[in-house]
């Protein structure tokens, strides 16, 4: 019985460190998360703010959804408008959503200034975020980090990585470290696609990232009766 229950504890340490799940993001209205869920996804990340500068319309409708449709991990990213200036007051606008897990700040090329504006605009935001309470990851890609902060700033390296390299393969085999990660939580493999008549990108998330991770709803989600 004891080598039982050593052998049941190792694989609980292991198996979520090797194995994942797979989930999609929206920047769309989207009502179809049940047959989303259906086909196996298992969270989902929605659009919680637009590059010109305001909090998706479409936001609390989505996370809503996602939750009604069964859904437990259901997150919102932050997508900057630099140009805009303020990313306190982004941050703060994109908290006033509830029922999400994490706010992930998509790091990408758009209309972005220097690397040394664009390292103090970021950590602005993140500083704002962590102030209100929010739980944060970061979306980019190994190409968007260099170009946007540069490969050596590490500044966020202790906050989860979402990577994107659109290969079709949910795994993590592909990775090279940057920006002070070594090892990703996510990974967006494929975008664009269409699931359920919905347009979606979609991900890989690594078990242990998505099983271990802080305080999954930052304000409780109620469903509706």
């Not at 989207?30 to 047959?35: E, G, L, M, P, Y």
């Not at 298992?42 to 959804?65: K, T």
């Not at 606008?93 to 790091?107: A, E, N, R, T, Y």
């Amino acid at each position: 019985l004891r080598q039982i229950m050593k052998l049941f504890l190792c694989l609980l340490i292991v198996l979520p460190a090797v194995l994942g799940t797979k989930g999609i993001d929206v920047s769309q209205y989207t009502n179809v998360f049940s047959c989303l869920k259906s086909h196996g996804y298992e969270f989902a990340i929605v659009r919680g703010y637009q590059s010109g500068g305001r909090v998706d319309p479409n936001a609390q409708a989505n996370i809503n959804n996602a939750h009604n449709a069964g859904f437990k991990y259901v997150d919102v990213y932050l997508f900057p408008c630099f140009h805009c200036g303020n990313p306190e007051t982004q941050a703060r606008d994109i908290m006033s959503l509830s029922g999400f897990g994490m706010v992930w700040v998509d790091i990408e090329n758009y209309r972005w200034g220097s690397q040394s504006a664009n390292r103090d605009f970021i950590t602005r935001m993140v500083n704002e975020l962590a102030n209100r309470g929010a739980k944060i990851g970061i979306y980019t890609s190994y190409y968007n980090w260099q170009s946007i902060v540069g490969l050596s700033w590490t500044h966020l390296s202790r906050y989860q990585l979402w990577y994107a390299h659109y290969d079709n393969n949910p795994s993590f085999s592909d990775f090279r470290s940057f920006g002070g990660w070594s090892r990703p939580a996510i990974k967006q493999y494929a975008g664009d696609k269409s699931e359920c008549g919905a347009g979606v990108d979609l991900n890989y998330y690594q078990l242990k990232h998505l099983l271990f991770r802080h305080n999954i709803s930052i304000l409780p989600f109620k469903k509706k009766k």
